[in-house]
């Protein structure tokens, strides 16, 4: 079965950028589509970006036009680059693949937005 292995995740200062990375073990192209997810100490995991083997993209209003999702298919790699971060972002954020019959997630990894 597939599997998806994130990276990325650091402190970073408000206003801050980071890039967090995603790389699957099949063909990227071969999946219907790539997400992140994030969930915060209380709350429960909520899409943060979504990317479809067609390249459709949503994200939630909370991330739009500061977060964008992509991909390196020669990578076999998703990324989501995150660009004026705010405390609120502070999070374990997942990758997840959707192969339609089934969903993948990888361990999470750790993003802090923090003075």
């Known amino acids: 079965q597939v599997q998806v292995m994130e990276s990325g995740g650091d402190l970073v200062q408000p206003g801050g950028s980071l890039r967090l990375s995603c790389t699957t073990s099949?063909?990227?192209?071969?999946?219907?589509?790539m997400g992140w997810y994030r969930q915060a100490p209380g709350k429960e995991r909520d899409k943060v970006a979504t990317?479809?083997?067609?390249?459709?993209?949503d994200y939630a209003d909370s991330v739009k036009d500061r977060f964008t999702i992509f991909r390196d298919d020669a990578k076999n790699t998703v990324y989501l680059q995150m660009d004026s971060l705010k405390p609120e972002d502070t999070a374990v954020y997942y990758c997840?693949?959707?192969?339609?019959?089934?969903?993948?997630w990888g361990q999470g990894t750790q993003v802090t937005v923090s003075s």
């Open positions: 099949r063909r990227i192209t071969d999946i219907y589509a």
């Open positions: 990317l479809t083997k067609n390249y459709v993209t």
């Open positions: 997840n693949a959707n192969l339609v019959v089934t969903n993948v």
